[in-house]
């Protein structure tokens, strides 16, 4: 493999494996050097280590002369090896650590996603409460509206009361009799006379300011005109009632004969959006 030189008086030195350990323990040493090469730097260290070793063993019989150099092949082939074996180990503790550190970021990371999400199922979760809330309580408010809508549809007799203690009840029609008009009726009209008690039930003063005069309706939804007598039979609501005190409004409305068999009376109270009617229906009696 190696040239060998002719041994002076006969026979030739076996210095090609020292040779060979020496350019073999310089190549792993050099490649070890580099760390990103070290694993090229282990097969000529380990190889130099070899050949060293045998060269060594061909110096101490005497057929090779050039033991220092053997000697410094096997110095640098372990030289290799251990800087290889100690590259290898720093390379793959900082992989162990760098796969360790992209774990760690991963794991916080997701962390803070499943944070992140659950704060946001938190917040949907109330939006969706907040919603549900808004909606059980406008359909409660719609209930409680259309309840107090039926409550305030009434028959002739019956009352009701309003939120700030004001009730409202309509005595039964009775016929009446005008003693002068200020126009005539029409002669086949059954006149009747409405009468709306009022009592302030609550804690406070009321106003019965725009409650004076009811609405009445025929049957087929047409306005009644108030028949206006000059009598001091007629009473108008007005003004205010202290907590306790009462007061009834009279008036009187011809029907059309053809309307007669029903109509119905509404009565109006409150200011603003608080502003309800009271509807009273029947026959006349």
């Known amino acids: 493999m190696f040239q060998s030189r002719t041994k002076h008086g006969g026979g030739s030195w076996r210095n090609g494996l020292g040779i060979a350990a020496m350019v073999l323990g310089i190549v792993g040493t050099a490649l070890s050097l580099a760390v990103i090469l070290f694993w090229l730097s282990w097969l000529p260290a380990l190889l130099a280590l070899v050949f060293g070793f045998i060269g060594l063993g061909y110096a101490r019989r005497g057929v090779a002369t050039n033991r220092g150099m053997t000697l410094a092949g096997v110095v640098l082939g372990i030289t290799g090896l251990v800087v290889s074996i100690g590259a290898g180990v720093f390379v793959v503790a900082r992989v162990h650590t760098v796969n360790e550190e992209r774990r760690a970021e991963a794991d916080a990371a997701r962390a803070r996603a499943d944070a992140e999400q659950r704060a946001a199922d938190e917040r949907l979760a109330k939006a969706k409460e907040r919603l549900e809330a808004a909606r059980k309580k406008a359909e409660a408010d719609r209930q409680a509206a259309a309840a107090d809508e039926r409550a305030r549809r009434l028959s002739f007799g019956q009352s009701y009361t309003y939120g700030d203690g004001l009730k409202v009840t309509m005595a039964a029609p009775e016929p009446y009799v005008p003693s002068r008009t200020v126009f005539e009726p029409p002669k086949d009209a059954t006149i009747v006379q ?92």
Not at 195 to 215: C, D, Q, R, Y
Not at 246 to 274: K, M, Q, W
């Open 194 to 285: 409405v009468k709306i008690t009022v009592v302030n039930t609550g804690s406070k003063e009321v106003s019965l300011h725009g409650s004076g005069l009811p609405f009445v309706h025929d049957a087929k939804g047409g306005l009644v005109t108030t028949l206006i007598d000059g009598s001091d039979r007629m009473k108008i609501l007005g003004g205010s009632l202290a907590p306790g005190q009462d007061a009834t409004g009279v008036s009187a409305y011809a029907l059309p004969n053809g309307a007669a068999d029903t109509f119905s009376v509404e009565f109006d109270y409150g200011s603003g959006l608080e502003r309800k009617n009271v509807i009273w229906t029947g026959a006349p009696s």
